[in-house]
C-alpha cells in the first residue's frame, strides 16, 4: 500500500506540474502578444501560444517529477498516504463531477444528419457588383453554447438583387438545441470589425415555408437580416 502510494504521489506530481507548465506557457505567450501588439487574427496568436503549450508540459512535467521523487522519499507513511490516495481521490472527483457536468449541459446535439438547415438572407444598404461579394464578405455563424463556430456556406445562389439592395444568401448548421446562435458579417480585410446579430432561432427550430419578415441591424444602420429554417436533407 505505502509503495503503491509512493508511485500514485510521484506520477500525480509529474501530472499536474505538466498541466500547469502547458496553462502557463499558453497564458504567458498570449500576455506577450498582446503587450507587443501581435494579431490575433483568425486566432492566429492563441494557436502559436497553443502550439507552444508543450514545451511548458515538458518543463512542467521535469519540475513535477522533481518534486514527486523528494515527496515520496522523505515524506513519512502518513503523508504519503494521505497525498497518494487523497489525490487520487480528489481526481476522481473531479472526472466524475466533470462527466456528470457535460452530460447535463452538453447542449443536447442532433444526431448527424438530423440537423434542420437554416437559411440567412442579409441586406445590404445598396447595390454591390456580384463579382465583388465572395471575394470581399466574410462571415461566420456561431452558437453561444461553448461559444462553437457551427458549419455555414454560401447558399446557391449566392448573391441576388432585390428592390434596389444586394442580398448576401447563407446557410448553416445549428449543431445543438440551444439558444443563442449568432451571425457575423465582415469585410476582408478588416476581420476586427464584424456586425454580429442573434438569429432569434428558438431551440429547436422548425421548418418554415418562407422566409421571416426582415429584421433591422441596429449596429449597422441600412443593413437587414431575415431566416428560414429547413428540414434536414
Do not use: K
Request: proline share 8%.
Amino acid at each position: 500500500m505505502l509503495t503503491l502510494a509512493r508511485i500514485l504521489l510521484f506520477v500525480q506530481c509529474v501530472l499536474i506540474a505538466a498541466a500547469l507548465g502547458a496553462v502557463a506557457v499558453f497564458i504567458l505567450v498570449m500576455a506577450l502578444g498582446a503587450l507587443t501588439g501581435a494579431s490575433n487574427i483568425n486566432g492566429g496568436l492563441a494557436m502559436g501560444a497553443a502550439g507552444m503549450m508543450p514545451v511548458g508540459g515538458v518543463i512542467g512535467a521535469a519540475l513535477g517529477a522533481w518534486l514527486g521523487w523528494r515527496a515520496a522519499a522523505r515524506w513519512d507513511r502518513r503523508m504519503v498516504m494521505g497525498a497518494g490516495y487523497g489525490l487520487l481521490a480528489l481526481a476522481a472527483v473531479i472526472a466524475g463531477g466533470w462527466w456528470l457536468s457535460h452530460e447535463l449541459t452538453d447542449g443536447n446535439p442532433y444526431a448527424t444528419g438530423e440537423e434542420p438547415i437554416v437559411l440567412i438572407e442579409w441586406r445590404l444598404p445598396g447595390l454591390v457588383p456580384h463579382d465583388r461579394v465572395q471575394p470581399v464578405y466574410r462571415y461566420t455563424m456561431r452558437s453561444t453554447y461553448m461559444d462553437w463556430t457551427l458549419t455555414s456556406h454560401w447558399d446557391d445562389p449566392p448573391v441576388r438583387d432585390a428592390d434596389g439592395h444586394t442580398i448576401l444568401r447563407f446557410r448553416g448548421i445549428p449543431r445543438w438545441r440551444v439558444d443563442g446562435r449568432t451571425f457575423q458579417l465582415w469585410q476582408f480585410p478588416d476581420h476586427d470589425n464584424r456586425i454580429t446579430v442573434d438569429l432569434g432561432l428558438p431551440r429547436a427550430p422548425q421548418p418554415q415555408p418562407d422566409y421571416g419578415p426582415w429584421q433591422p441591424v441596429a449596429e449597422a444602420p441600412g443593413h437587414a437580416f431575415r431566416t428560414r429554417t429547413l428540414p434536414p436533407r
